[in-house]
């Protein structure tokens, strides 16, 4: 079975500070991994994709990582702003449909 | 370009009633999306379309809930009856090459 975890649950860090969210996942054959940000009320909005041939992929602030041997992804936040308050939803697609599977993601407080 | 609409935004009805949410694509885009996101998880996928085809229900409750894209644009969701753990928002999503998907503010739904 598919499965997606994503570390910590929930994080709290004051502006301009940096964070790494992190992504463990099963899901094989493995095609492909998108970030996700939902901000309070709204639908996720991609952040980020990432295949198996790519380690790093930068969307400004937004740094994602991959590592397909180890089935581990993660997502660093540099120089935090007040409106990256919002879950991060990490997303593999993979499996013999080629489903996408959510993680429960992670849900980051900025304070000022 | 406009997003996904959806409507409403949030409804509130009491266990064993009925109730309907609607959901406008992106145009142009023929895949359909629909997914339940309890409080504190990941979006599931209930339901997906292409055109006016069904292309997955399997974690669709089909005894209680039901949907249906008829001209292949617009789609409803229906949950006759509700129960309480129906509570959750309900999130609308299209794609264009079933790549990148869109999603709605979705709508958000009490049961009493």
């Known amino acids: 079975k598919n499965q997606v975890e994503q570390s910590p649950q929930s994080l709290i860090i004051l502006e301009g500070k940096n964070c790494t969210l992190q992504c463990n996942y099963t899901v094989s054959p493995f095609s492909n991994l998108r970030w996700y940000k939902q901000d309070t009320g709204r639908g996720p909005v991609s952040l980020t994709i990432m295949t198996f041939s790519e380690n790093t992929k930068s969307n400004g602030r937004y740094t994602a990582t991959l590592d397909a041997d180890t089935k581990q992804s993660s997502l660093h936040i540099t120089a935090s702003q007040l409106s990256d308050s919002a879950s991060y939803i990490c997303?593999?697609?993979?499996?013999?449909?080629?489903?996408?599977?959510f993680g429960s993601g992670t849900q980051l407080t900025v304070l000022p | 370009e406009a997003g996904v609409a959806q409507s409403p935004r949030y409804k509130i009805i009491e266990k064993r009633q009925s109730v309907a949410f609607w959901c406008n694509p992106i145009?142009?885009?023929?895949?359909l999306y629909w997914y339940q996101q309890i409080l504190g998880q990941g979006p599931k996928l209930l339901i997906q379309?292409?055109?006016?085809?069904?292309?997955?229900d399997s974690q669709l409750p089909k005894d209680r809930f039901s949907a249906e894209r008829l001209k292949g644009v617009d789609s409803t969701l229906k949950i006759q009856p509700a129960k309480l753990e129906d509570s959750a928002v309900y999130l609308c999503?299209?794609?264009?090459?079933?790549?990148?998907?869109?999603f709605g503010p979705g709508t958000r739904l009490t049961v009493l």
């Open positions: 379309f292409q055109n006016n085809g069904v292309v997955d």
């Open positions: 997303v593999p697609r993979g499996g013999s449909a080629r489903q996408l599977t």
């Open positions: 999503a299209s794609s264009l090459d079933r790549t990148e998907q869109f």
């Open positions: 145009s142009g885009h023929a895949t």
